[in-house]
């Protein structure tokens, strides 16, 4: 059974707008990672955060986590037509595993 | 740097044959982890290796099987194709055994 639920499923919105996606976990956890997923191809890393961090920043990306609720968000500003994607979250629950929970992703879609 | 190399990149088996997945993972890293991505399941955990040692393993049937090698290659081998196994099949690799994964393109595996 997947660890988090990512909301929403699936967001389109204009080049040039904000994206916000958020993802909620059961368990405790180690750290939380966002990957992005061009159309039936590997994932690739964008930001890891670690329980006891609150916020990171990597470029126009913007990662939260609130562990008190359970809940990340990923925030992609001045988004762009590559930014196309799907984006998943993936809970680590073990220190020192690579064992990852993730979530169904959120299919973002940037109109020109 | 060479990334992570997955072979084959497509095949196409019928039920009950076998099949083996290769992995190259990036040079210098010894953690290989593999995943199975499908629309219904989302990307599962199927196995992790470091150092030659089966880490941790998912929840998977005893059909589906691993190993590591020396070189930190990795193999995954699935006996008794059924339908539900047609999947994109990813393996990442890490230097460690935290931090961020970097993901392959993937074995797209269709069973007949």
Known sequence: SQQGEEDPQALSIQEGENATMNCSYK???????????????GLVHLILIRSNEREKHSGRLRVTLDTSKKSSSLLITASRAADTASYFCATALIQGAQKLVFGQGTRLTINP | KAGVTQ??????????????????PISGH??????????????????????????NKG???????????????????????????SALYLCASSVNLAGELFFGEGSRLTVL
């Open chain 2, 59 to 85: 929840n998977f049937p005893g059909r589906f099987s691993g190993r590591q090698f020396s070189n930190s290659r990795s193999e995954m081998n699935v006996s008794t194709l059924e339908l539900g196994d």
């Open chain 2, 7 to 24: 072979t084959p990149r497509y095949l196409i088996k019928t039920r009950g044959q076998q099949v083996t997945l290769s992995c190259s």
């Open chain 1, 27 to 41: 368990t405790s956890i180690n750290n939380l990672q966002w990957y992005r997923q061009n159309s039936g191809r």
């Open chain 2, 30 to 55: 010894r953690s290989v982890s593999w995943y199975q991505q499908t629309p219904g399941q989302g990307l599962q955990f199927l196995f992790e290796y470091f150092s030659e040692t089966q880490r």
